[in-house]
């Protein structure tokens, strides 16, 4: 079935720092990649999404790019903020009606 | 923008309750679905609707069901509650049948405490 692996928790980063977020997923056909982010106390919100092979998403400084050859749909930021301190999710969009979440990872930015 | 509505933030009932938690979404999505997220564990689903009536169990349906009488409502019902039900409760929707490319939209969760 499908799957999604992203980079453990939690990171810890300076502000202003680059930050990359791996993720890694497993599926059958072309499934939609998306990022989700949760900030303390709150529900989930889209960051980004690709539909398809070398798609690049991007959104509030954030980027991920679809990449087909090694299944990966990393998140990157050149500059992080205090305010991008929450938890990270890779999610893909299958063959079927369900999202496949990564397990989330936490980022915590310093100022 | 989407806006999916959860009628709770906070809720905190007793053990044996039956529990009824509401989502109500405003863009007339086809699909609505219904999460829990526990540290540790990231979020799992519990039951999903395709269209008013219709629901498909999830990955976790044991000791939930739910009810879509209308296409904009889906409630989730705890028909026994018990501890092990303590969790975050998040309500999506999203457009499309079946295989779509568009995102699920979140509300801002339901926290659910069983005494």
């Known amino acids: 079935g499908d799957s999604v692996t992203q980079m453990e928790g939690p990171v810890t980063l300076s502000e202003e720092a680059f930050l990359t977020i791996n993720c890694t997923y497993t599926a059958t056909g072309y499934p939609s990649l998306f990022w989700y982010v949760q900030y303390p106390g709150e529900g989930l919100q889209l960051l980004l999404k690709a539909t398809k092979a070398d798609d690049k998403g991007s959104n509030k400084g954030f980027e991920a790019t679809y990449r087909k050859e090694t299944t990966s749909f990393h998140l990157e930021k050149g500059s992080v903020q205090v305010s991008d301190s929450a938890v990270y999710f890779c999610a893909l969009s299958g063959s079927n009606y369900k999202l496949t979440f990564g397990k989330g990872t936490l980022l915590t930015v310093n100022p | 923008d989407v806006k999916v509505t959860q009628s709770s933030r906070y809720l905190v009932k007793r053990t044996g309750e039956k529990v009824f938690l509401e989502c109500v979404q405003d863009m007339d999505h086809e699909n609505m679905f219904w999460y829990r997220q526990d540290p540790g564990l990231g979020l799992r689903l519990i039951y999903f609707s395709y269209d008013v009536k219709m629901k498909e169990k999830g990955d976790i349906p044991e000791g939930y069901s739910v009810s879509r009488e209308k296409k904009e409502r889906f409630s989730l019902i705890l028909e026994s509650a018990s501890t092990n039900q303590t969790s975050m409760y998040l309500c999506?929707?999203?457009?499309?049948?079946?295989?779509?490319?568009?995102?699920?939209?979140f509300g801002d969760g339901t926290r659910l405490s069983i005494l």
């Open positions: 999506a929707s999203r457009t499309g049948t079946g295989y779509s490319n568009q995102p699920q939209h």
